[in-house]
């Protein structure tokens, strides 16, 4: 119904916001966690057993995705706005460097 | 004047980011390889100028970008404005400023 | 064609904000026909009440623009079959404007930020001045050729989410004339405009969407204009400084 959103450079504007939002709402409980790691070594560690359950090895896996869409999506804004580019050049660019990304550093983390 | 401080604060934390977001991935494919564990981090981080300097320059930088982001898009999707937005968008930073030193400060000091 | 397809179900909107509803309306289909053809057939044949805007009907004067199935056109050069979805059209007022009226939006916020974006012509030399040489090819003239063909239709403005979001937005429309007079060697006072643009609500409320650059029925890109007085501003912050 609101077809004047659906276009790649809204779609880019969408996931650059909500994946801000989802790293912003991540930071409190990894800082948490880290903290932990001094005060509650043995509840730290406990922690960590869970992230061995497939679920919480997705929820790794998106927050890469997270955190390589954010920054090349923000990158790619810095680029657009400060230097004299053209538009679609940068989002190929950035697109694919992103999606690159994506995939090495989530086959890193799988690989393990 | 202010939304234009902030826009320019964002995006230089957002650069000065950029290398550190690399480092801190490099870091975590290293450091999960065999399992993570509380004295495996500490091994590594304790004591270590680098790595308080490393992960203190990100909390600082991380908690001013967040900050900002969250209050536009508080203002935008909530219509929360004025000196309220500012208290709410300065009480986010001061938390994730607090929460991430704490951080830092157990991983690197003794 | 049957007599099905000979038909155009049109559903209008009408009323002034705050009390809007929907109409629908029959109207005869034509091979060539314009939505601005459709909604004065409309006013013309089923309904003399039904208020909307136009004057030079061939794309020059930027007063007819509307929503037509949710998306911002100037309804004098958008052919129906081009818009059209099984034989349906839906008709609104201009997103993100007051309304005057039925169809017709009341442009007086869109026109303000024009204003407040220092977006009229700050002159550098009196009559009695010998006339000032513009060079054709000159790189500053051709950044400011790229957005003079603007129609103040206020496509952009309307297809902007961040305009929607953001009472203080200035919009595209007027960023852009903002960034076409910095760059005309005939305008003086540039300083004004980055103070302007620098303000709450200013160039920098943009979040380069660019639904402004796909919209602009003259195939203007706003977009890129706001970027270049971004990128102005953010220099001379540290011209400033030093």
């Known amino acids: 119904?609101?077809?004047?959103?659906?276009?790649?450079?809204?779609?880019?504007?969408?996931?650059?916001?909500?994946?801000?939002?989802?790293?912003?709402?991540?930071?409190?409980?990894?800082?948490?966690?880290?903290a932990l790691a001094i005060t509650d070594a043995a509840q730290f560690d406990a922690f960590i057993a869970i992230t061995d359950l497939v679920i919480v090895k997705l929820a790794e896996f998106g927050l890469v995705f997270l955190l390589a869409v954010h920054m090349f999506g923000g990158l790619r804004l810095m680029a657009l706005e400060w230097l004299p580019w053209s538009a679609p050049q940068k989002t190929l660019a950035a697109g694919a460097v992103g999606i690159a990304f994506f995939i090495s550093g989530t086959f890193f983390l799988q690989a393990v | 004047m202010l939304e234009f401080r902030l826009y320019m604060a964002q995006r230089l934390t957002a650069l000065l980011m950029a290398p550190l977001v690399f480092g801190h991935i490099a870091v975590m494919i290293y450091a999960v390889q065999g399992g993570l564990s509380a004295a495996e981090i500490l091994g590594r981080t304790q004591g270590s100028v680098f790595w308080f300097l490393f992960y203190g320059t990100f909390v600082f930088a991380v908690s001013i970008h967040a900050s900002i982001g969250l209050r536009t898009i508080l203002h935008e999707w909530s219509g929360l404005k004025g000196g309220l937005l500012n208290a709410v968008a300065a009480l986010i930073c001061a938390a994730l400023l607090a929460l991430g030193g704490r951080a830092v400060m157990a991983v690197t000091l003794l | 064609m049957d007599q099905k397809d000979n038909t155009l179900k049109v559903t209008v909107s009408r009323g002034t904000s705050g009390e809007q509803f929907e109409q629908e309306f029959e109207v005869p289909a034509y091979e060539n026909?314009?939505?601005?053809?459709?909604?004065?057939?409309?006013?013309?044949?089923?309904?003399?009440?039904?208020?909307?805007?136009?004057?030079?009907?061939?794309?020059?004067?930027?007063?007819?623009?509307?929503?037509?199935?949710?998306?911002?056109?100037?309804?004098?050069?958008?052919?129906?079959?081009?818009?059209?979805?099984?034989?349906?059209?839906?008709?609104?007022?201009?997103?993100?404007?007051?309304?005057?009226?039925?169809?017709?939006?009341?442009?007086?916020?869109?026109?303000?930020?024009w204003?407040?974006?220092?977006?009229?012509?700050?002159?550098?030399?009196?009559?009695?001045?010998?006339?000032?040489?513009?060079?054709?090819?000159?790189?500053?003239?051709?950044?400011?050729?790229?957005?003079?063909?603007?129609?103040?239709?206020?496509?952009?403005?309307?297809?902007?989410?961040?305009?929607?979001?953001?009472?203080?937005?200035?919009?595209?429309?007027?960023?852009?004339?903002?960034?076409?007079?910095?760059?005309?060697?005939?305008?003086?006072?540039?300083?004004?405009?980055?103070?302007?643009?620098?303000?709450?609500?200013?160039?920098?409320?943009?979040?380069?969407?660019?639904?402004?650059?796909?919209?602009?029925?003259?195939?203007?890109?706003?977009?890129?204009?706001?970027?270049?007085?971004?990128?102005?501003?953010?220099?001379?912050?540290?011209?400033?400084?030093?």
């Not at chain 3, 309904?47 to 100037?74: H, I, K, Q």
């Not at chain 3, 404007?97 to 939006?105: E, F, N, Q, S, T």
């Not at chain 3, 054709?136 to 103040?152: F, K, L, Q, T």
């Open chain 3, 115 to 242: 204003v407040d974006a220092e977006g009229y012509h700050h002159p550098t030399r009196t009559r009695h001045d010998p006339m000032q040489e513009v060079t054709p090819n000159d790189e500053e003239r051709n950044r400011a050729n790229a957005g003079i063909e603007c129609i103040n239709c206020a496509v952009c403005y309307a297809a902007c989410d961040t305009v929607a979001n953001n009472d203080a937005y200035l919009g595209p429309a007027a960023l852009q004339r903002a960034w076409t007079l910095y760059n005309d060697q005939k305008n003086e006072n540039g300083q004004a405009i980055l103070d302007a643009v620098s303000r709450d609500g200013g160039c920098h409320s943009c979040h380069s969407m660019g639904s402004c650059s796909l919209y602009c029925p003259n195939e203007l890109d706003p977009m890129s204009a706001i970027a270049g007085l971004k990128r102005e501003t953010a220099k001379n912050l540290f011209r400033r400084r030093r």
């Open chain 1, 1 to 34: 119904m609101r077809p004047e959103r659906t276009h790649p450079l809204w779609l880019a504007y969408m996931l650059h916001r909500w994946s801000g939002i989802g790293l912003a709402l991540f930071l409190p409980v990894h800082f948490w966690m880290l």
């Open chain 3, 33 to 113: 026909q314009t939505v601005l053809d459709v909604v004065s057939w409309i006013q013309q044949n089923s309904d003399p009440t039904l208020s909307y805007r136009f004057a030079c009907r061939v794309g020059m004067c930027g007063s007819c623009a509307m929503m037509v199935n949710g998306e911002p056109r100037w309804t004098c050069r958008t052919h129906v079959k081009k818009v059209v979805r099984k034989n349906t059209l839906s008709i609104a007022p201009l997103r993100n404007l007051p309304v005057v009226k039925d169809l017709a939006a009341d442009m007086t916020p869109f026109f303000d930020k």
